[in-house]
Structure formats: structure tokens, C-alpha cells
């Protein structure tokens, strides 16, 4: 299945969340930090102002590593590859 996100939205793959310290000892569900980081699969095609009716370009693009809040962002059907969508607004930062 394809997914295209449409306005101003992101469709981020999520890192994996580590299970294990990194001396090995595994680590709780209760423990383990969501993680805050992942790579731009798709974007929309950027938000049209409704007075001006100007569309505004997206200011992130596919590949790119981001950085989001752990709580922000909406799961997908396909929550199974670890897909998120975004607002634009929600990425916080570009990693290089």
C-alpha cells in the first residue's frame, strides 16, 4: 500500500526503540524510551493559505533524518513498519 500525505503532513519511519542497554541487559517495556528520531518517507505538497491562495513550501524533504516530540505524530495503518504522519509544524529539527 502507498501512502501520499496530502497539505502540510510527514510521513516519518520511526527509529527502533532500544531493548537493551549497551552492556546488554535487557530493558522493560515500562523502561524503554520511545524513540524522538526517524527518516522523511513522504511529504505532502506544503499548506495554500486561504487568503492568498499560495501554496508554501515544505522546509523538510524525503530522506532526511528529523527530530519530533515522542508523543506527537498520529500511527498509521501501517504502524507495523513504524510509519507516523506529521504536521509540518510537529517535526522540531533537521539532523545533519
Known amino acids: 500500500m502507498r501512502i501520499r500525505p496530502l497539505s502540510n503532513r510527514v510521513l516519518v519511519r520511526v527509529d527502533e526503540q532500544k ?3 549497551e552492556g546488554g541487559i535487557a ?52 504502524d507495523d513498519d513504524g510509519l507516523r504522519i506529521f504536521d509540518e509544524s510537529e517535526i522540531l529539527a533537521v539532523l545533519a
Open 19 to 21: 531493548t537493551e542497554t
Open 27 to 78: 530493558l522493560p517495556d515500562t523502561a524503554q524510551e520511545k524513540p524522538e528520531t526517524g527518516t522523511v518517507v513522504a511529504i505532502g505538497p506544503g499548506f495554500i493559505h486561504p487568503k492568498t491562495g499560495v501554496r508554501s513550501p515544505m522546509s523538510v524533504s524525503v530522506g532526511e533524518r528529523v527530530m519530533f516530540h515522542r508523543l506527537s505524530g498520529r500511527h498509521t495503518v501501517l
